[in-house]
């Protein structure tokens, strides 16, 4: 039997909200241990092979297609071409490797004990780490064994995978879309939320004639209609395909091609292509670390149940990230490990945001925060709204890109921002901003009376308060 090793803050994940709960755990004064098991790595799946290089590719494709064509600037065209090996190693090597090791460096930096080796609980008190890869015949390691004086667990999640569909060979996972040898002439998408449409869009961008199969009746469900419909019109002009009420059903491949068969309205329909990728949703790991032999309560969908500081239904342990409840977003998770690292440290830390923002780096982006009409309506809120297109913003014509606008869910009586949306150029950048008017509790009046620089993309923000107030200018 090992030696019982005693730990003061242990952090199992080194994705984004593990590594963040980690610096954050060291400066308020504590001795933390971070084990991460190196698949996918310091970081997580955001940095290494999620949100970080899909906008990489997504940035080169941006770039082949203004080295195509930027005719309406008056620079003729060109036959611009893409090596995407060396696409490949920029994302890998000037991007990903880049960003893994400044997390690195700042963990070092704060004296964080890194252990390579991948956690297995034992109990509410204990676990035990077990090296990864392999595992011997006969190895009679029982690994390092571990007691804490607090745990945070931030193990992630991975993408779910479906029947018919075995991620192996060209059946592929996001991470497979992301680290393509090259660039596929056919390209099938099986799931048309934010991952599915932002890759789909980049491969478009890319060369690829792309398919999006979706199983309900729109794409990007989680985007009010009006808004998605500017991003499906792009897609269109992309070539993209977009099949909607389409079930996957099955697949087929040898060392050229797959076929993927589907079913629409009752009927059977196949189509055939380098790859299919299925980004269907993701599954919190909370199945496989030995969860099963604590007193941590999980809800309906294997979430595990934490209060609003993170702590879970056993003291002293705490859980972030896409494990428990809420969008698996990272900045999200970065927020949840600074309130428990800060738990801990007994400061009055909590999870109490009013919404979290979403983005979908679509073309053009799509990014909202708080509540839209309809689920303000469902509160028994009384709502109006208001919106600015970007087409009256000099920047954004400036810049040949006028599609989309901004929106405001505001209290009929006081005015209050309860809600924001965008979709347009740098609806991303834009999101920041949005976030704290809604976070704060800001009144239109408030966001009208703040000067916003002139030409820039975030004028509609103080716009769209200018037309709730019923004094608009530029509409």
């Not at 989680?222 to 019109?233: A, N, R």
């Not at 809604?438 to 993309?457: K, Q």
Request: some cysteine; proline content about 4%; aromatic content about 6%.
């Amino acid at each position: 039997m090992a030696d019982v090793e005693q730990k003061d803050t242990v952090i199992v994940g080194g994705g984004p909200g593990g590594y963040v709960a980690a610096i954050r755990a060291s400066e308020l004064g504590q001795k933390v241990t971070l084990i991460e098991k190196g698949e996918p790595g310091l970081g997580g799946v955001c940095l290494n092979v999620g949100c970080v290089p899909s906008k990489a590719l997504i940035a080169a494709g941006h770039r082949l297609q203004q080295a195509k064509d930027s005719s309406t600037y008056g620079i003729s065209k060109t036959d611009a071409s893409i090596d995407f090996a060396k696409t490949q190693d920029w994302k890998q090597h000037k991007v990903v490797d880049r960003m893994t090791r400044g997390v690195e460096m700042l963990l070092k930096k704060h004296k964080v004990e890194i252990i390579d080796g991948e956690a297995v609980m034992d109990s509410d008190s204990q676990l035990r780490v077990m090296k990864t890869g392999p595992k011997q015949f006969m190895d009679n390691d029982n690994g390092r064994v571990i007691k804490w004086n607090n745990l945070i667990l931030a193990t992630g999640s991975r993408p779910v995978e479906i029947k018919g569909f075995k991620f192996e060979g060209r059946v592929i996972d996001s991470t497979g879309g992301l680290n393509l040898p090259e660039v596929p002439k056919e390209f099938v998408v099986i799931g048309g939320g934010y991952i599915g449409t932002e890759l789909a869009g980049a491969y478009a961008d890319l060369g690829s004639h792309v398919t999006i199969l979706e199983g309900t009746g729109s794409i990007l469900n989680g985007f009010d209609k009006d808004m998605v419909k500017v991003v499906e019109k792009n897609l269109k002009k992309k070539g993209i395909d977009i099949v909607t009420n389409a079930m996957a059903k099955s697949s087929s491949q040898d060392d050229k091609s797959v076929t993927v068969n589907y079913e629409v309205d009752g009927k059977e329909q196949s189509l055939t292509a380098d790859y299919c990728m299925v980004s269907v949703g993701r599954k919190p790991n909370t199945d496989n670390f030995g969860l099963e032999m604590t007193s941590v309560k999980l809800d309906d969908h294997g979430k595990v149940v934490v209060d609003k500081q993170g702590k879970t239904s056993v003291d002293h342990i705490y859980a972030i990230g896409d494990i428990v409840p809420g969008p698996a977003l990272a900045h999200k998770a970065f927020f949840e490990g600074k309130t428990a690292a800060g738990a801990i440290a007994g400061k009055n830390t909590a999870n109490d945001w009013v919404g979290v923002p979403a983005v979908c780096f679509a073309d053009p982006e799509l990014a909202e925060v708080g509540m839209n009409a309809d689920q303000a309506k469902e509160k028994g809120i009384e709502v109006a709204t208001a919106q600015f297109p970007f087409a009256g913003n000099a920047r954004a014509v400036s810049l040949d890109e006028p599609e989309g606008f901004v929106r405001f869910i505001y209290t009929k009586d006081k005015k209050n921002v309860v809600g924001a949306q965008v979709v347009g150029p740098e609806a991303s950048t834009l999101a920041g901003e949005l976030s704290l008017i809604v976070n704060c509790g800001m009144n239109v009046e408030d966001v009208a009376l703040t000067i916003h620089p002139h030409p820039t993309l975030n004028e509609p923000i103080q716009e769209v308060a200018d037309v709730a107030l019923g004094f608009p200018t530029h509409i």
